[in-house]
Nanobody, 128 residues
Framework: QVQLVESGGGLVQAGGSLRLSCATSGGRISRISAMGWFRQAPGQEREFVAG????????DYADFLKDRFTISRDNLKNMVYLQMNSLKVEDTAVYYCAAAEGRYRPTIFRRPNGVDYWGQGTQVTVSS
């Protein structure tokens, strides 16, 4: 089993920044090949934000980010981060940490159905 716990969400003004953190633990943590972030606004489907290959650190971002977000990981601490800059009102959502087992396949990991483990979510609210 793998447990994911997010932190770092909150209320921020448009144009501001937040850093989200995700701590991983569990007996199957060595099976994890990919980690990343999804988000879900009320009434919306859960959408991919960013992903990272756990071993190579190769990254993948949703097109709408336009270089505003940066995903990173610390393998030694089993942590993954999402630095969010130049936040917009439309970034308001619950952000979920995600992990997948097996070989990293970005096309698959971009879909919620390709995720094996989810965190509980952390709320990010961007005000105008």
């Amino acid at each position: 089993q793998v447990q994911l716990v997010e932190s770092g969400g909150g209320l921020v003004q448009a144009g501001g920044s937040l850093r989200l953190s995700c701590a991983t633990s569990g007996g199957r943590i060595s099976r994890i090949s990919a980690m990343g972030w999804f988000r879900q606004a009320p009434g919306q489907e859960r959408e991919f934000v960013a992903g990272i290959d756990w071993s190579s650190s190769h990254t993948d971002y949703a097109d709408f980010l336009k270089d505003r977000f940066t995903i990173s990981r610390d393998n030694l601490k089993n942590m993954v981060y999402l630095q969010m800059n130049s936040l917009k009102v439309e970034d308001t959502a619950v952000y979920y940490c995600a992990a997948a087992e097996g070989r990293y396949r970005p096309t698959i990991f971009r879909r919620p159905n390709g995720v094996d483990y989810w965190g509980q979510g952390t709320q990010v609210t961007v005000s105008s």
